[in-house]
């Protein structure tokens, strides 16, 4: 095969991907500009005031959360993400064997280690 060839080959391979990317492209670009030039235009005050379930604001919506909301969810996202290797630990505990289960003890003693030191911090507390 020359290199023509194998060039021939490698397009008829990755044409479809190409036309599927620039149609995907393509059409949200269109849907866009659409939604923008069709869209009705009648900026009044009550459009462009803050919309809160219909009632009006009677603060600024831009006050900081405080740091406590942050801790607990990202105290959250690492315990969700601990608790998920626990599946695939799960399904191949078999083939594992004793080895398997002392790491997972080992892992999830790591985990109540880390819970117990939250809480006593007073990271889950939301007051």
């Known amino acids: 095969m020359s290199g023509?060839?194998?060039?021939?080959?490698?397009?008829?391979?990755?044409?479809?991907?190409?036309?599927?990317?620039?149609?995907?492209?393509?059409?949200?670009?269109?849907?866009l500009?659409?939604?923008?030039?069709?869209?009705?235009k009648y900026p009044e005050s009550e459009k462009l005031s803050t919309?809160?379930?219909?009632?009006?604001?009677f603060s600024d919506s831009r006050m900081p959360f405080?740091?406590?909301?942050?801790?607990?969810?990202?105290?959250?996202?690492?315990f969700d993400i601990e608790v998920i290797?626990?599946?695939?630990?799960?399904?191949?505990f078999k083939q594992l064997g004793v080895i398997g289960f002392i790491e997972m003890m080992i892992f999830i003693g790591l985990f109540v280690v880390a819970y117990v030191y939250a809480w006593r911090k007073g990271a889950l507390e939301w007051d």
Request: glycine residues 4%; proline residues 8%; contains cysteine.
């Open 51 to 57: 919309y809160e379930c219909g009632s009006e604001p």
């Open 33 to 40: 500009l659409l939604s923008y030039l069709v869209q009705p």
């Open 66 to 78: 405080p740091v406590r909301y942050y801790v607990i969810a990202m105290l959250f996202v690492i």
């Open 85 to 92: 290797f626990l599946y695939p630990w799960a399904i191949t």
């Open 4 to 31: 023509s060839d194998l060039l021939l080959e490698y397009l008829t391979k990755f044409f479809p991907i190409l036309i599927f990317t620039i149609l995907a492209l393509g059409f949200g670009l269109v849907t």
